[in-house]
Protein backbone atom coordinates (compact mmCIF):
# COMPACT_ATOMS: atom_id res chain seq x y z
CA UNK A 1 0.00 0.00 0.00
CA UNK A 2 1.74 3.50 -0.99
CA UNK A 3 1.81 5.98 1.73
CA UNK A 4 -0.30 8.88 2.16
CA UNK A 5 1.39 11.96 1.39
CA UNK A 6 1.13 13.31 4.50
CA UNK A 7 2.98 10.05 6.39
CA UNK A 8 6.57 10.79 3.90
CA UNK A 9 9.27 11.25 5.65
CA UNK A 10 12.94 11.59 4.28
CA UNK A 11 13.46 8.12 4.20
CA UNK A 12 10.41 7.95 1.11
CA UNK A 13 11.98 8.60 -2.89
CA UNK A 14 9.52 11.31 -3.55
CA UNK A 15 10.14 13.34 -0.49
CA UNK A 16 13.92 12.54 -0.62
CA UNK A 17 14.36 13.55 -3.60
CA UNK A 18 12.23 16.89 -3.03
CA UNK A 19 14.70 17.77 -0.38
CA UNK A 20 18.26 16.78 -1.81
CA UNK A 21 16.83 19.35 -5.22
CA UNK A 22 17.60 21.95 -3.17
CA UNK A 23 21.40 23.08 -3.65
CA UNK A 24 22.26 23.75 -0.10
CA UNK A 25 21.44 20.60 1.23
CA UNK A 26 22.20 18.53 -1.35
CA UNK A 27 25.48 20.10 -0.73
CA UNK A 28 26.15 19.68 2.91
CA UNK A 29 25.35 16.01 2.71
CA UNK A 30 27.81 15.07 0.18
CA UNK A 31 30.77 16.91 1.96
CA UNK A 32 28.82 15.36 5.07
CA UNK A 33 29.03 11.79 3.92
CA UNK A 34 32.48 12.03 1.43
CA UNK A 35 34.24 13.79 4.67
CA UNK A 36 35.79 16.73 1.91
CA UNK A 37 34.90 19.59 0.46
CA UNK A 38 32.95 19.77 -3.33
CA UNK A 39 32.83 22.21 -5.73
CA UNK A 40 29.71 24.14 -6.66
CA UNK A 41 27.26 21.82 -7.80
CA UNK A 42 26.78 22.47 -11.58
CA UNK A 43 23.96 20.32 -12.55
CA UNK A 44 21.19 18.62 -10.24
CA UNK A 45 18.65 16.15 -11.71
CA UNK A 46 16.00 14.22 -10.01
CA UNK A 47 14.32 10.83 -11.23
CA UNK A 48 17.11 10.82 -13.97
CA UNK A 49 16.25 8.04 -16.59
CA UNK A 50 19.28 6.48 -18.08
CA UNK A 51 18.93 3.91 -21.43
CA UNK A 52 21.64 1.86 -21.76
CA UNK A 53 20.57 -0.22 -24.90
CA UNK A 54 17.11 -0.81 -26.62
CA UNK A 55 17.53 -4.46 -25.01
CA UNK A 56 18.94 -3.24 -21.39
CA UNK A 57 17.44 -2.94 -18.39
CA UNK A 58 16.77 0.73 -18.30
CA UNK A 59 17.83 2.58 -14.61
CA UNK A 60 15.63 5.38 -12.91
CA UNK A 61 18.31 7.39 -10.92
CA UNK A 62 16.89 9.02 -7.46
CA UNK A 63 19.23 12.02 -7.90
CA UNK A 64 22.37 12.76 -10.27
CA UNK A 65 24.59 15.22 -9.67
CA UNK A 66 27.42 17.21 -11.60
CA UNK A 67 29.72 19.63 -9.59
CA UNK A 68 31.28 22.19 -11.38
CA UNK A 69 34.87 20.03 -11.59
CA UNK A 70 32.83 17.87 -13.65
CA UNK A 71 32.54 14.90 -10.93
CA UNK A 72 29.02 12.97 -10.88
CA UNK A 73 27.09 11.38 -7.81
CA UNK A 74 24.31 9.11 -7.90
CA UNK A 75 22.46 9.61 -4.60
CA UNK A 76 20.04 6.66 -4.07
CA UNK A 77 17.72 6.48 -1.20
CA UNK A 78 17.15 2.55 -0.18
CA UNK A 79 14.19 1.55 2.63
CA UNK A 80 13.94 -2.23 1.68
CA UNK A 81 16.91 -5.05 1.76
CA UNK A 82 16.66 -6.66 -1.70
CA UNK A 83 19.96 -7.77 -1.27
CA UNK A 84 21.27 -6.81 -4.45
CA UNK A 85 22.81 -3.76 -3.81
CA UNK A 86 26.38 -4.39 -4.75
CA UNK A 87 25.74 -6.25 -8.61
CA UNK A 88 22.87 -2.86 -8.77
CA UNK A 89 25.61 -0.39 -7.69
CA UNK A 90 28.15 -1.84 -10.38
CA UNK A 91 25.35 -1.77 -13.12
CA UNK A 92 24.40 1.59 -12.38
CA UNK A 93 28.15 2.59 -12.59
CA UNK A 94 28.06 1.52 -15.79
CA UNK A 95 24.91 3.08 -17.13
CA UNK A 96 26.11 6.28 -16.08
CA UNK A 97 29.69 5.67 -17.60
CA UNK A 98 28.06 4.92 -20.77
CA UNK A 99 25.70 7.71 -20.58
CA UNK A 100 28.81 10.60 -20.02
CA UNK A 101 31.07 9.12 -22.47
CA UNK A 102 30.30 9.87 -26.11
CA UNK A 103 30.73 8.05 -29.01
CA UNK A 104 34.73 8.99 -30.33
CA UNK A 105 35.49 10.35 -26.84
CA UNK A 106 38.90 8.97 -25.21
CA UNK A 107 38.72 7.09 -21.82
CA UNK A 108 40.43 9.76 -20.11
CA UNK A 109 37.19 11.51 -20.29
CA UNK A 110 35.39 9.94 -18.21
CA UNK A 111 34.46 12.29 -14.81
CA UNK A 112 35.29 10.92 -11.30
CA UNK A 113 32.09 9.35 -10.11
CA UNK A 114 30.45 7.97 -6.88
CA UNK A 115 27.19 5.98 -5.93
CA UNK A 116 25.69 6.52 -2.58
CA UNK A 117 22.76 3.99 -1.22
CA UNK A 118 21.39 5.36 1.66
CA UNK A 119 19.85 2.27 3.60
CA UNK A 120 17.86 2.26 6.44
CA UNK A 121 19.46 -1.39 6.94
CA UNK A 122 22.88 -2.90 6.91
CA UNK A 123 23.59 -4.37 3.11
CA UNK A 124 27.20 -5.65 4.99
CA UNK A 125 26.68 -6.87 7.85
CA UNK A 126 29.58 -5.46 9.74
CA UNK A 127 27.79 -2.68 11.83
CA UNK A 128 29.03 0.33 10.31
CA UNK A 129 27.76 3.68 9.84
CA UNK A 130 29.43 4.07 6.70
CA UNK A 131 31.00 1.81 3.96
CA UNK A 132 33.24 3.40 1.08
CA UNK A 133 34.56 1.08 -1.55
CA UNK A 134 37.08 1.77 -4.46
CA UNK A 135 39.33 -0.92 -6.31
CA UNK A 136 42.48 -1.62 -4.85
CA UNK A 137 45.30 -4.15 -5.88
CA UNK A 138 44.68 -7.37 -4.55
CA UNK A 139 48.02 -8.51 -4.02
CA UNK A 140 49.30 -5.43 -1.77
CA UNK A 141 45.98 -4.62 -0.65
CA UNK A 142 46.67 -0.74 -0.90
CA UNK A 143 47.20 0.43 -4.34
CA UNK A 144 44.35 2.06 -5.75
CA UNK A 145 43.30 1.46 -9.76
CA UNK A 146 42.86 5.10 -9.72
CA UNK A 147 39.44 4.67 -12.20
CA UNK A 148 38.01 7.38 -10.49
CA UNK A 149 35.25 5.39 -9.20
CA UNK A 150 33.57 5.07 -5.58
CA UNK A 151 30.82 3.02 -4.63
CA UNK A 152 29.64 4.20 -0.84
CA UNK A 153 26.64 2.35 1.64
CA UNK A 154 25.06 4.36 4.39
CA UNK A 155 24.16 2.38 7.52
CA UNK A 156 20.93 4.30 8.83
CA UNK A 157 20.80 1.82 11.28
CA UNK A 158 23.97 2.09 13.17
CA UNK A 159 23.41 6.00 13.50
CA UNK A 160 24.58 5.53 17.28
CA UNK A 161 28.75 4.33 16.32
CA UNK A 162 28.85 7.27 13.82
CA UNK A 163 31.45 9.71 15.24
CA UNK A 164 31.04 13.01 13.17
CA UNK A 165 28.45 14.77 14.87
CA UNK A 166 26.37 15.82 12.21
CA UNK A 167 26.83 12.37 10.34
CA UNK A 168 24.81 11.04 13.60
CA UNK A 169 22.71 13.10 13.34
CA UNK A 170 21.41 13.05 10.23
CA UNK A 171 21.29 8.95 10.04
CA UNK A 172 19.31 8.85 13.20
CA UNK A 173 17.08 11.58 11.29
CA UNK A 174 16.48 9.14 8.46
CA UNK A 175 16.22 6.06 10.76
CA UNK A 176 14.28 7.72 13.32
CA UNK A 177 12.50 11.31 12.27
CA UNK A 178 14.94 12.98 14.96
CA UNK A 179 15.74 16.12 14.59
CA UNK A 180 18.38 17.23 16.89
CA UNK A 181 21.06 18.98 14.68
CA UNK A 182 20.66 22.19 12.79
CA UNK A 183 20.99 20.69 9.73
CA UNK A 184 18.02 18.26 9.89
CA UNK A 185 16.34 20.68 11.27
CA UNK A 186 16.29 22.72 8.14
CA UNK A 187 15.45 19.52 6.61
CA UNK A 188 12.21 18.74 8.36
CA UNK A 189 11.00 22.81 7.99
CA UNK A 190 11.11 21.86 4.15
CA UNK A 191 9.69 18.60 4.26
CA UNK A 192 6.46 20.05 6.43
CA UNK A 193 6.54 23.06 3.47
CA UNK A 194 6.58 20.59 0.90
CA UNK A 195 3.91 18.73 2.55
CA UNK A 196 1.74 22.22 2.07
CA UNK A 197 2.43 22.67 -0.82
CA UNK A 198 -0.43 21.52 -3.35
CA UNK A 199 1.51 21.24 -6.79
CA UNK A 200 3.89 18.34 -4.85
CA UNK A 201 1.15 16.68 -3.28
CA UNK A 202 -0.71 16.84 -6.94
CA UNK A 203 2.40 15.09 -8.32
CA UNK A 204 2.95 12.30 -5.46
CA UNK A 205 -0.87 11.21 -6.57
CA UNK A 206 0.60 11.41 -10.28
CA UNK A 207 3.25 8.65 -9.53
CA UNK A 208 1.25 6.95 -7.40
CA UNK A 209 -1.27 6.71 -9.82
CA UNK A 210 1.66 5.32 -12.65
CA UNK A 211 2.90 2.87 -10.24
CA UNK A 212 -0.59 1.48 -9.28
CA UNK A 213 -1.37 1.08 -13.28
CA UNK A 214 2.06 -0.92 -14.08
CA UNK A 215 1.22 -3.07 -10.79
CA UNK A 216 -2.10 -3.54 -12.93
CA UNK A 217 -0.40 -4.15 -16.23
CA UNK A 218 2.04 -6.67 -14.99
CA UNK A 219 4.30 -4.46 -15.84
CA UNK A 220 7.95 -5.85 -13.95
CA UNK A 221 10.08 -3.13 -13.09
CA UNK A 222 6.65 -0.49 -12.93
CA UNK A 223 7.44 2.99 -12.35
CA UNK A 224 11.58 2.43 -11.94
CA UNK A 225 11.55 1.15 -15.18
CA UNK A 226 10.40 4.53 -16.28
CA UNK A 227 9.14 5.23 -20.01
CA UNK A 228 12.52 4.65 -21.77
CA UNK A 229 11.21 1.61 -23.11
CA UNK A 230 7.87 2.89 -23.97
CA UNK A 231 6.88 4.01 -27.17
CA UNK A 232 6.98 7.84 -28.32
CA UNK A 233 3.12 7.74 -28.44
CA UNK A 234 2.91 6.48 -24.88
CA UNK A 235 5.09 9.53 -23.96
CA UNK A 236 2.95 11.86 -25.26
CA UNK A 237 -0.14 10.53 -23.55
CA UNK A 238 1.42 11.03 -20.10
CA UNK A 239 2.74 14.02 -20.50
CA UNK A 240 -0.45 15.28 -21.92
CA UNK A 241 -2.17 13.70 -18.59
CA UNK A 242 0.28 15.05 -16.73
CA UNK A 243 -0.08 18.72 -18.11
CA UNK A 244 -3.88 18.21 -17.47
CA UNK A 245 -3.25 17.36 -13.48
CA UNK A 246 -1.43 21.15 -14.03
CA UNK A 247 1.97 19.28 -13.02
CA UNK A 248 4.91 21.31 -13.31
CA UNK A 249 6.67 21.45 -16.62
CA UNK A 250 9.99 20.15 -15.41
CA UNK A 251 8.42 17.48 -13.27
CA UNK A 252 6.75 16.34 -17.01
CA UNK A 253 10.10 16.41 -18.58
CA UNK A 254 11.93 14.03 -16.07
CA UNK A 255 9.05 11.84 -15.95
CA UNK A 256 8.50 11.24 -19.70
CA UNK A 257 12.11 12.19 -20.87
CA UNK A 258 10.56 14.64 -23.46
CA UNK A 259 12.17 17.71 -24.55
CA UNK A 260 10.23 21.33 -22.99
CA UNK A 261 9.15 22.08 -26.60
CA UNK A 262 7.54 18.83 -27.03
CA UNK A 263 5.63 19.50 -24.02
CA UNK A 264 4.99 22.97 -24.75
CA UNK A 265 3.60 21.94 -27.60
CA UNK A 266 1.25 18.99 -26.22
CA UNK A 267 -2.53 20.67 -25.81
Do not use: W
Given at each position: MRKSFDDLTIADDFMFCKIMQDESICKQFLEMILAGQIGKIACLSPQNSVATGIEAKSVRL???VKDEAGKSYDIEMQVSNEHNLPKRMRYYQAAIDITFLDKGTHY????????????????????????????????????????????????????????????KGFLEYVKTGTANTEYTGRIETMIQAVKHNEQARQEYRFMSGLEMDAREE???????????????????ET????????????????????????VESIS
Open positions: DLLKALNDSYIIFVCLFDAIGKGKPLYTFENICIEDGQTPLRDGTKKVIINAEAFEKATNKELGIQQGIQQGFADGSYQTKLAKSMKHANCELDFIMQMTGLSKEE
